[in-house]
């Protein structure tokens, strides 16, 4: 991935995000209602796959910490939604080959031969199918949680949708850094083999 990856995705993850909030907040405000943002599982959670897409959910997030707390003093809300994987025009197999497809095109040949043509095989012909059959098709989940955020009386500062997702969230805030970044690397080496410089240096 490049900066300009992480840039087009903060543009619109983010940016985008701030741009609309920003516009209607003097409404919120006035109505003392309710700000509502989308964000991720992967705004709590790091992945090394997909990294631009979880450096701008993370950013959402804080974002909306941040809103929340100050919003606070206008006897308003900010709330976040937090799904996890669902099947979506994003995570349509011929979309994420793609994009993956014009990432290793467009980085260097350093780069290239670092990871090694068998890697990128490797990912675009079964990581990819793996990520993509995690994808939920009820979205019933997510409806309920907007909802829930948007008619309670009392709504909660998050809602995580899935029980996958909880759980993930649970294990994640109460696992150790170095632990946490140990199963990360065994769950990223489970869906991925490792890059041919880093088998060379193993040797």
Not at 114 to 119: D, I, T
Not at 187 to 198: E, G
Request: aromatic fraction near 8%.
């Amino acid at each position: 991935m490049t900066v300009d990856d992480y840039k087009h995705l903060n543009s619109v993850n983010l940016y985008g995000v701030i741009d609309v909030t920003m516009t209607f907040l003097p409404l919120v405000k006035m109505e003392r209602g309710r700000v509502i943002v989308t964000s991720s599982i992967l705004g709590r959670v790091t992945t090394i796959v997909g990294l631009p897409y979880c450096v701008s959910k993370h950013a959402v997030e804080s974002f909306v910490d941040g809103l929340r707390v100050s919003l606070r003093l206008f006897g308003c809300k900010a709330i976040l939604i937090e799904p996890g994987p669902y099947l979506t025009s994003l995570t349509r197999l011929d979309h994420m080959k793609l994009t993956l497809t014009k990432a290793w095109n467009e980085v260097g040949q350093d780069t290239r031969d670092e990871y090694g043509q068998e890697y990128f095989d490797y990912v675009i012909g079964r990581t990819l199918p793996m990520i993509r059959s995690l994808g939920g098709r009820k979205v019933g989940g997510v409806i309920s949680a907007f909802e829930q955020a948007l008619f309670s009386r009392r709504p909660r500062l998050r809602y995580l949708t899935g029980t996958v997702t909880t759980l993930v969230a649970v294990v994640a805030s109460v696992l150790p850094e170095s632990l946490a970044d140990w199963v990360c690397e065994k769950l990223t080496t489970a869906c991925c083999p490792l890059p041919q410089a880093a088998i060379r240096r193993r040797r």
